[in-house]
């Protein structure tokens, strides 16, 4: 397997069920993302882990949990979800520069996982 | 924080004419802008993108144009072709902690027979 993957493709579940989302990269990345795309919408950026370390927290609501347990995987843990957060979930993978500062290279994305909250 | 607005949302061109997508940005400290191409049914997919220390980037038929001090850049196709259409994202990256990147609405781009 090379790239990003992340599995399951689908997910159809309740709004009491918890379940997770896996990706992961194939790269050698030292950075993952995870984004919301839903329709008419921008993408959203939800989190981003940087060496393992959350760097970013949008503003999310704590139904959304991360885990990064290393470089090459991210999890998305779900609970108590609603059906407003249906959507396509998106990872990404990318090189940060050493040192920190600004991201200059590409964002490799997964195929995504299309929730449904019924 | 940065906002990104993406214009037009849709766009029908025919075969061989050229396409043009414009995105306008709030942050002028924004300084690396990327477009993604996607597909329908597929992911996110880099075409071309743009540092803010040049004005122009050309690769094939693609080309991105940046005007820092408008805060606007814009993608153009020449010589469209059917396996264009798509929708197409433009973003630009904030300064600061993580690798930030703030996404247009997207464009859906049809290129007609």
């Known amino acids: 397997e090379t790239g990003v993957t992340q599995t399951p493709r689908h997910l159809v579940m309740g709004m009491t069920n918890k379940k997770s989302l896996k990706c992961e990269q194939h790269l050698g990345h030292n950075a993952m993302y995870w984004y919301k795309q839903s329709a008419k919408k921008p993408l959203e950026l939800m989190f981003v882990y940087s060496l393992e370390e959350r760097v970013e927290n949008n503003s999310v609501p704590s139904r959304f949990s991360p885990e990064c347990p290393n470089s090459s995987h991210l999890f998305l843990h779900l609970h108590t979800l609603q059906p407003e957060d249906s959507a396509l979930y998106l990872c990404?993978?990318?090189?940060?520069?050493?040192?920190?500062?600004?991201?200059?290279?590409?964002?490799?994305f997964g195929p995504g996982t299309r929730l449904t909250v019924l | 924080g940065e906002n990104v607005e993406q214009h037009p949302s849709t766009l029908s061109v025919q075969e061989g004419d050229s396409a043009v997508i414009k995105c306008t940005y709030s942050?002028?400290?924004?300084?690396?802008f990327p477009w993604y191409k996607q597909e329908l049914g597929k992911r996110p997919q880099l075409i071309i993108d743009?540092?803010?220390?040049?004005g122009e980037k050309k690769d094939q038929r693609i080309a991105v144009t940046l005007n820092k001090t408008a805060k606007h850049f814009s993608l153009h196709i020449t010589e469209t072709q059917p396996e264009d259409s798509a929708v197409y994202f433009c973003a630009a990256s904030i300064t600061g902690g993580g690798n930030k990147l703030t996404f247009g609405t997207g464009t859906q781009l049809k290129v007609e027979l």
């Open positions: 990404a993978s990318s090189q940060q520069p050493s040192g920190g500062g600004i991201p200059y290279n590409e964002q490799f």
């Open positions: 743009i540092r803010s220390n040049v």
């Open positions: 942050d002028s400290a924004s300084n690396y």
